[in-house]
């Protein structure tokens, strides 16, 4: 296996469809109008030496090297700069341009160090190329004179330094972090020959606006930018592309090795989800895939307050399955269950669910879908027909009005952020609904047109006054309803919408938002043409998640914003295959593909398929197991890649059901938390040790590839499969292809996928089948999967988790840029020094009525418990709302939260409790009593571990 | 009443509370339905019991949902 090596055209492609053709040294060449004369050269293999120009930017035309003669035309032009034109006759090489091009060489390298054979970027350095390139061979200038080979390096991020010396102020960063990131944190600080890159106002990197996403570093020609793995580790020798493990935007990697060492991930041009863009998670945070804590050995023990016993595989499998098969004898074949993980692949989901299908007998499964997106699914699989959201990626490229409802983009889904905010500064309006002041809100060269900062818990309030505007007003487009959707239902549910109590003048005290910003949304919402809705978990999280959810279907079915490009319902996914985990069938009610357990016709499907009968009876979710577990009808717990007792709300309730258990087996990286009350820990594998597929946000399934033996010894697959084989099914799959061949058998959404269509197409969207052989970009073009889109009435009904005078203040949680949900990856990489600790948001005046101050030890208690971690006084916060990150188990954010969950789906009302904050002076009873228990269960006998 | 039949007791209501506004027949009907799709044959088995102990706190149309179907529930 070799270097993957992406060929880079200089300049970006041309949308066009006109061609032109053009003659560049003698050759013919048809491109579209308004290609670069560069890039065209670079079609039929001709390089034209370059160092500001790079098909990740626009064209700059500062660096005087891809000079070119162009026949009739005056002076040598960049050919970055240059559109071809039609019979346009070009020269790349020449004397004349062969002097130009050595002479500005020789400008570049008399005020670079010359230090080639001992330079990190040896070997993958632009400029060295272009050197020999020109064919330079002498600098006539000496080193004498003024330079700046003595600047001082700022090693002071983490993951990459920053050497002015090698810099040639080629702009490339500074337009990366522009055009690409989104951010604006470098700039070219000086002029002339002082010219230089810096960070904010001449900050280190790590002190400046900076998010690390890693751009600057990949758009570098020198070594100037350059990771610190490279300048330790050598440049790499094999690569192969592979999908990112954390957020559900799954961006396309380059895993760039030495031997089964990882040098770096780069982000892979060709990726459809990230367009070679990255994020300081994916790009950088995978060291703890090799960190120490992680556990390769199998470990049982006969009660959680034992230590830890190493044993074989053999031995931790059969006991496993003995333990299961006695809980089963004696408590019933419904007595156990397990939970799939949406950090695992979909091949691995899929074995997990067939293993407690088939094997357990019962359809006691869930998975980590239930506390963020089962809403989604509800919701748009009763008014679209299908679980998943509308549109592709770029499809935001076409909005014109964006409206984000609940989501950070820029924090948890930060690649897509940044594209968002590029569909932004070319215009489009944007509406942000959340109860903090997102940064999407104000961020450079980016505005919202209106921010409905809206109480939490009024989601469907708010989204019923929108579309109250838009029928009372006479926006909805009802040429597209009667077309496409059902018009008596549409009916019904104007005449719901149109009542007073809809009205924005009534909902604004309800809410906290003004009514004529409401108006003033919808209005503009409604104008489009082309308007977009992105939600995330602050839409879901709640006691009406599904009615939220359907509220929106509403909202752009009744202005007709369905079934095209730049328009949609787009949830944005959380984890990387929480998309996958729920297409693989791991609710307790539905088989791969979305189809219920009671119906007949798919059961038999399985029941062919894997030679056993299969129960038609919805099982217990994750919320169900528990409370069956403390009622003790429920004993055994298979947890693949999950860590209930951080992420899950009411730790008490959760560590409560657990403790209640007579096998709780957890198969994960590390001990989590959950581990702390498990008997069995069958140690898992890395995104970087096995082969499957990922689903991301938008339908997109893409290959995970194997750069390095599982350091446990077996993928995950392989471990259920030893698992399902001791419980006596058969199971003998050689390669997780043929676990992708059966889910394509069996599941008509996923009839035309295959391991080979995908090394083949590099990724494809699902349904991808008969009817749609390459795979499906936007949904519901023609018709809704449904047939017709269908409205529901979604009213508003209030929380019953409310304030009042012990807890006045209103607690809502989600995830921050440097740490990724419980942190069990990101809390073991440098990723630590941005967030080394879960904080509490607060607004000044909350604050100050409070006597609290920036950086001090706040108390925060709700009704279900109390915890401490530091106050941040921050106005991006409404008043009488908080708000923290769940990132840390010191924190254990979850202790506060309740158990109320959605109507529909059980999906945790994480976004509202009801709290207090006062001073403190320590860690609570509970964390203190926490923090000694995670101690003592973590234990590992030290003689057996011999 | 037991903390886990306080529980199936709240999302039951929490379910029919979410059709209030169709017809009542269709109301119980959707919950039916809903309950039926969702629900494990333990939980509803533990509902129907509470109902027959004198279900204090179930609202209307969660019960008349649950004694709909409770002839086809599973044995």
């Not at chain 1, 959380?574 to 798919?602: I, K, L, T, W």
Request: hydrophobic share 35%; glycine share 8%.
């Amino acid at each position: 296996m070799g270097m993957i090596h992406e060929i880079d055209y200089g300049t970006k492609p041309s949308a066009a469809t006109k061609l032109v053709t053009l003659t560049i040294d003698g050759q013919h060449v048809s491109v579209p109008e308004g290609t670069s004369v560069m890039r065209a050269a670079t079609e039929i293999g001709t390089q034209i030496p370059k160092l500001c120009a790079t098909d990740m930017l626009d064209s700059f035309g500062s660096c005087r090297l891809c000079l070119v003669e162009i026949e009739g035309r005056a002076g040598t032009p960049a050919s970055c700069t240059t559109p071809v034109a039609e019979g346009m006759v070009v020269h790349t090489q020449n004397a004349k341009l062969a002097k130009l091009r050595r002479g500005v060489m020789e400008l570049y390298i008399s005020d670079h160090p010359l230090d080639c054979l001992t330079c990190s970027a040896n070997g993958d350095c632009e400029l060295q190329d272009m050197a020999g390139a020109v064919g330079l061979r002498e600098v006539r200038y000496g080193y004498d004179g003024s330079n700046h080979l003595d600047a001082a390096k700022d090693v002071s991020n983490p993951y990459f330094q920053f050497d002015p010396a090698k810099c040639i102020v080629c702009s490339r960063c500074v337009r990366a972090c522009e055009e690409v990131q989104g951010t604006f944190a470098l700039t070219i600080e000086g002029s002339g020959f002082g010219s230089k890159v810096s960070p904010g106002m001449s900050e280190q990197f790590f002190d400046s606006e900076c998010v690390s996403c890693g751009a600057c570093v990949q758009a570098c020609p020198t070594a100037t930018l350059m990771e610190k793995s490279v300048i330790e580790m050598g440049q790499p020798e094999h690569s192969a592309v592979t999908t990112c493990a954390y957020c559900g935007v799954g961006c396309s990697f380059k895993a760039e090795m030495r031997g089964e060492d990882v040098v770096r991930l780069v982000p892979y041009k060709d990726g459809k989800a990230n367009h070679g863009h990255s994020c300081v998670k994916g790009r950088f945070a995978y060291g703890y895939a090799q960190h120490k804590d992680r556990i390769t050995k199998p470990m049982i023990r006969a009660r959680i307050t034992d230590p830890w016993t190493e044993v074989s595989w053999e031995e931790a499998i059969a006991h496993t399955a003995a333990e299961f098969k006695r809980i089963q004898r004696e408590h019933g074949k419904d007595a156990i269950g397990g939970i799939t993980s949406s950090r695992c692949t979909n091949e691995e989901t899929y074995l997990v669910q067939k293993l407690i299908r088939a094997g357990f007998g019962n359809n006691n499964v869930d998975t980590c879908a239930r506390v963020c997106h089962s809403p989604t699914g509800y919701g748009l699989g009763k008014t679209f027909g299908t679980s998943a959201g509308t549109q592709d990626f770029d499809s935001v490229d076409e909005a014109d009005v964006i409206l984000v409802i609940g989501a950070n983009p820029t924090d948890g889904h930060p690649v897509f952020g940044s594209r968002m905010k590029k569909r932004l500064r070319e215009g489009a309006k944007l509406i942000v609904v959340d109860p903090r002041r997102i940064d999407l809100v104000r961020t450079p060269h980016v505005a919202a047109s209106h921010h409905l900062a809206l109480r939490p818990g009024t989601n469907v309030a708010i989204v019923n006054a929108l579309a109250h505007v838009i029928v009372t007003e006479g926006l909805a487009n009802e040429a597209f309803i009667r077309e496409r959707c059902d018009w008596a239902e549409y009916a019904e549910w104007a005449e719901f919408i149109r009542k007073p109590e809809h009205s924005p003048e009534a909902v604004a005290m309800l809410t906290g938002v003004p009514a004529a910003e409401i108006r003033g949304a919808a209005r503009l919402y409604a104008a489009g043409p082309n308007s977009a809705i992105y939600y995330g978990l602050g839409v879901t999280e709640h006691s009406q998640g599904s009615s939220t959810v359907i509220a929106i279907a509403n909202l752009a079915m009744a202005t007709g914003n369905i079934g095209r490009r730049g328009v949609g319902v787009n949830p944005l996914r959380g984890q990387n295959n929480v998309q996958g985990s729920c297409d693989m069938g791991s609710f307790p009610h539905e088989f791969p593909g979305y189809r219920h357990v009671s119906n007949d016709a798919v059961r038999a499907i399985y029941e062919r398929d894997w030679g056993v009968s299969l129960s038609p009876e919805p099982g217990l979710r994750i919320p169900n197991m528990l409370d069956a577990a403390m009622d003790g009808s429920f004993r055994g717990l298979y947890v693949q890649g999950e860590d209930i007792a951080q992420s899950d709300p009411d730790t008490r309730h959760i560590v409560g059901g657990l403790t209640a258990m007579e096998c709780v087996v957890v198969q994960d990286l590390f001990l989590n938390e959950t581990a702390n009350y498990a008997h069995v820990f069958l140690p898992g594998s890395s995104f970087l040790e096995k082969d499957g597929t990922f689903t991301n946000a938008e339908r997109r399934i893409q290959r995970v590839r194997k750069v390095m033996s599982p350091k446990n010894g077996y993928a995950d697959w392989e471990i259920t499969q030893m698992l399902a084989r001791a419980m006596g099914m058969k199971m003998d799959y050689a390669h997780p292809s043929e676990i992708m061949d059966e889910i394509a058998r069996t599941t008509p959404s996923f009839a035309g996928v295959s391991f080979e269509k995908l090394e083949h197409e590099g990724s494809v969207q699902w349904p991808c089948n008969e009817a749609a052989p390459d795979g499906t970009p936007i949904m519901h073009i023609d018709h809704f999967v449904r047939g017709r889109g269908r409205f529901m009435i979604a009213d508003y009904v209030a929380t019953d988790e409310k304030t009042g005078p012990r807890f006045p203040l209103l607690l809502t949680t989600g995830r921050i840029l440097s740490q990724y949900n419980v942190g069990a990856q990101t809390r073991r990489t440098e990723n630590e020094k941005w967030h080394p600790e879960d904080v509490l948001e607060i607004h000044p005046h909350d604050a100050e009525t409070r006597g609290i101050k920036d950086g001090e030890w706040v108390k925060l208690a709700s009704r279900s418990g109390e915890t401490t971690l530091r106050a941040k006084v921050t106005d991006r916060m409404a008043l009488g709302v908080v708000y923290t990150t769940f990132h840390h188990p010191v924190t254990q954010a979850n202790v506060i939260t309740t158990d109320y969950s959605d109507w529909a789906t059980n999906c945790p009302e994480y976004k509202v409790t009801a709290v207090q904050v006062s001073h403190s002076n320590g860690p609570t009873e509970w964390q203190r009593d926490y923090q000694a228990h995670s101690k003592t269960a973590r234990r590992i006998d030290a003689v057996a571990a011999e | 009443m037991s903390k886990m039949e306080d529980r199936l007791v709240y999302m039951a209501n929490q379910i029919g509370k979410a059709f209030i506004l169709r017809p009542h027949q269709e109301a119980v009907d959707e919950t039916a339905t809903h309950l039926k799709a969702f629900w494990e044959k333990r939980m509803l088995t533990r509902i129907l019991a509470y109902i027959d102990a004198g279900g204090a706190g179930l609202d209307e149309i969660p019960r008349q949902a649950l004694l709909k179907f409770r002839e086809n529930l599973p044995k």
